[in-house]
C-alpha cells in the first residue's frame, strides 16, 4: 500500500472512528443505582369513572376489581354521583341513596354504596368519596343555564335548597362508612364536595365556597382525622379563588379565617373532546401535562400555607368525553393503542422530574376509564376504558401493571443527550433489585413510525465482577399488546363466538427474554441496546 493510501486508509478510520463515537454518545444514560433521588410513590395507581356505582358489582367490573389486587395496579378509585342518579349515553350513573317521605323527612337507603365500597376494600383498593351531586329532594330549581359544564358534564351547580339537610346527608353518609369500615380504615381515604365546579355560574361561586365550607365541617365533625379537599377543577381562573378562600376569606360556618384542605385536585386531559378532528390537528403531549403542572406550581406558591398539601391530578386521559368512539373520531385509537401506555409511563417520569427540580410532588395521578367496553361486550370502540369486551385488558392497563413491577426506591439517571423520545425510569429495592423502565416514544409519530434507535445504558454501582440474572419484558407491537392481538385475528366487533386464547396469553405480561451478565471490576454494566419506536421494556436485574 503506497503511502497515499494509507494516509487515505488511515484518515478513513479515523472518520470512521469518530461517527461511531458520536453515534456511541447518541441516546445515551446512565444509571446510579448507589444513588437514592426519591421514593416510588406510585402515585399513578389510581382510576376512575362516570359509570363506577353501575359498573363496579358487574361481572366484568369484578373481573376488573380482582386483577386490579393481583396485579397491584392500582390502589384508589374514584367515582361521581355518590347522590342522584341519572341516565348518560344509556348507562345509570350513580344510585338513589337519598330520598325524603311524603312528610319531608330523610330517608337513606346505603345498600349500593356500602356493596360498591366493599368490593374496593376486599381488593385492597381505596374509595375517593365524592360527596355529588344534588339528590332531587334537594334541588332547589333546575336551570338549563347552570346545568353542565363545557366538557359535557351535566349536573346542576347550585346550592341546596336546604343547608341543614345537605349537611346531615353528609354527616349521615360518613358515619355510615365509619360504622360499615371502620375508623381506620377510613381514614386512608379522601373525602370531595362537588367534580368540576368550573361550571358553576360566575355569580354563585360563594355559594360553592359556602359548600365547601360546609362539607368540611360535616366530614370532619363525624371524624377530625378524615382527610378533605378539593375543588377537583380544571381551569386556573377557577383555582386561584377558591385556593385564596380556603386561606384566606371567612369560612362560612365557623365565621373565622380560611377552611381545612388536606389535598388539592385538578383535572389535565390532553385535549378536549371538543377539539376532535377539528383544524389545526391537536396531538395531546406530555409536555401540555407538565406546562400545567408548572403553572400550578407557581399558583399554588402563591399561598405559602399550602406548600405541604397534597397535590392531586385525579381526572386525566390522552382525550376528555369518555363517550366518543373510533366511529365517529379515527384519532381515538390512542385511546386503545400501544399510545397510551407509552403516554403513561413518560408522563410518571416527567410528574418525576417536577418534584425531584421543582420540590413539587404529584400525590396522584388517576386516570378516567374502568370497564365500560366489557360490560356492553365492544372490542376497542375507542373509550377512555381499561378494560374491553372478553374481559380483555387494554394496552394502558397493561401499562399500570409494568409501572406496578417498578421498586420502592427511585435512582438516579443521567441523560447525556436531551431527545425527547427516551427516557428511563429506574428503581431499586430494599434487597437491591434493580427495576427500571426503558422507553422510545414520541407523542408525534402517531401509530405508523417503524424501525429502532440505539440506547446504551451504563449501570453504576452494582457489585464488582458479579454475575446478574437480567430479566427483560417488552411492550411493543409484537409484545404484551392486546390491541395488536385483536387486529390479527380480524378486529371482531365483540367476544361472541371467537377464541380469545390469543388475546388472554396478550393480556399477561410475560417475560420476553432472560439474560446472564457480569459485571466489571469497579462495579459497572453497560447495555447497548436497540429499542423499537413506540415501545418500551422493564428490565429486572438481580444479583445471583
Not at 441516546?27 to 399513578?44: C, H, Q, R, Y
Not at 386521559?317 to 381515538?332: E, F, I, K
Not at 381499561?386 to 409501572?403: D, S
Request: aromatic share 12%; net charge neutral; with cysteine.
Amino acid at each position: 500500500m503506497t503511502d497515499r493510501k494509507k494516509y487515505y486508509f488511515l484518515f478513513f478510520l479515523i472518520i470512521v472512528a469518530k461517527s461511531i463515537g458520536v453515534h456511541a454518545q447518541q441516546n445515551s444514560f446512565t444509571i446510579e443505582t448507589n444513588t437514592i433521588v426519591g421514593k416510588n410513590t406510585e402515585f399513578w395507581k389510581a382510576a376512575g369513572s362516570d359509570h363506577l356505582f353501575h359498573h363496579a358489582l358487574k361481572p366484568s367490573g369484578q373481573f376488573l376489581l380482582n386483577r386490579m389486587k393481583k396485579t397491584n395496579s392500582h390502589k384508589y378509585l374514584r367515582s361521581h354521583h355518590t347522590f342522584n342518579q341519572d341516565l348518560k349515553h344509556g348507562v345509570i350513573r350513580g344510585h338513589k341513596l337519598y330520598s325524603e317521605d311524603q312528610n319531608g323527612n330523610p330517608v337513606y337507603d346505603f345498600s349500593n354504596l356500602n356493596r360498591v365500597f366493599k368490593s374496593y376494600v376486599e381488593n385492597g383498593i381505596k374509595p375517593i368519596v365524592e360527596y355529588d351531586y344534588l339528590p332531587d329532594a334537594l334541588i332547589l330549581k333546575k336551570s338549563k343555564e347552570n346545568s353542565g359544564n363545557d366538557e359535557g358534564m351535566t349536573m346542576v351547580n347550585i346550592g341546596p335548597k336546604d343547608w341543614e339537610k345537605w349537611s346531615d346527608l353528609m354527616k349521615t353518609t360518613t358515619q355510615n362508612l365509619i360504622d360499615v369500615f371502620g375508623a381506620e380504615e377510613v381514614r386512608t381515604w379522601y373525602f370531595e364536595v362537588w367534580n368540576e365546579p368550573d361550571g358553576w355560574p360566575k355569580d354563585q361561586l360563594e355559594v360553592f365556597y359556602k359548600m365547601y365550607d360546609v362539607f368540611v365541617a360535616a366530614v370532619t365533625s363525624v371524624d377530625p382525622e378524615l382527610k378533605v379537599g378539593g375543588p377537583a377543577c380544571y381551569h386556573e381562573y377557577f383555582l386561584r379563588p377558591f385556593l385564596n378562600h380556603v386561606t384566606n376569606e371567612t369560612n362560612y360556618v365557623t365565621g373565622e379565617k380560611g377552611t381545612r384542605i388536606d389535598f388539592i385536585s385538578y383535572h389535565i386531559y390532553g385535549l378536549s373532546g371538543k377539539w376532535l378532528n377539528q383544524e389545526p390537528h391537536i396531538q395531546p403531549q406530555v409536555q401540555q401535562f407538565v406546562l400545567s403542572v408548572l403553572w400550578l406550581q407557581r399558583l399554588v406558591k402563591d399561598f405559602p400555607s399550602l406548600k405541604k398539601t397534597e397535590f392531586h391530578i385525579n381526572e386525566w386521559g390522552l382525550s376528555s368525553n369518555y363517550y366518543r368512539t373510533v366511529a365517529d373520531y379515527p384519532d381515538l385509537a390512542y385511546r386503545n393503542s400501544i399510545t397510551s401506555p407509552l403516554f403513561l409511563v413518560k408522563l410518571v417520569n416527567a410528574l418525576f422530574q417536577i418534584e425531584d427540580n421543582y420540590s413539587f410532588p404529584t400525590s396522584m395521578l388517576l386516570y378516567w376509564g374502568f370497564s365500560w367496553e366489557a360490560d356492553e361486550d365492544e372490542f376497542f370502540v375507542g373509550k377512555r376504558e381499561l378494560l374491553t369486551a372478553g374481559n380483555t385488558p387494554k394496552p394502558i392497563q397493561t401499562g399500570f401493571e409494568m409501572l406496578a413491577k417498578l421498586k420502592s426506591k427511585r435512582v438516579k439517571v443521567i441523560k447525556k443527550i436531551k431527545e425527547n423520545r427516551f427516557g428511563v425510569l429506574a428503581t431499586k429495592s430494599e434487597s437491591e433489585e434493580i427495576s427500571f423502565i426503558v422507553y422510545n416514544f414520541e407523542e408525534a409519530d402517531g401509530e405508523k413510525m417503524n424501525g429502532f434507535d440505539p440506547i446504551d445504558i451504563t449501570l453504576k454501582g452494582l457489585k464488582p465482577n458479579a454475575n446478574y440474572h437480567v430479566e427483560v419484558i417488552k411492550m411493543d407491537k409484537s409484545n404484551n399488546n392486546t390491541y395488536q392481538s385483536w387486529k390479527s385475528i380480524g378486529s371482531p366487533e365483540n367476544s361472541q363466538n371467537i377464541n380469545l386464547e390469543k388475546l388472554k396469553k396478550a393480556s399477561e405480561l410475560k417475560v420476553s427474554e432472560q439474560l446472564n451478565l457480569k459485571s466489571d471490576p469497579i462495579g459497572d454494566l453497560i447495555l447497548n441496546l436497540k429499542i423499537d419506536r413506540n415501545s418500551m421494556r422493564l428490565y429486572k436485574l438481580k444479583h445471583q
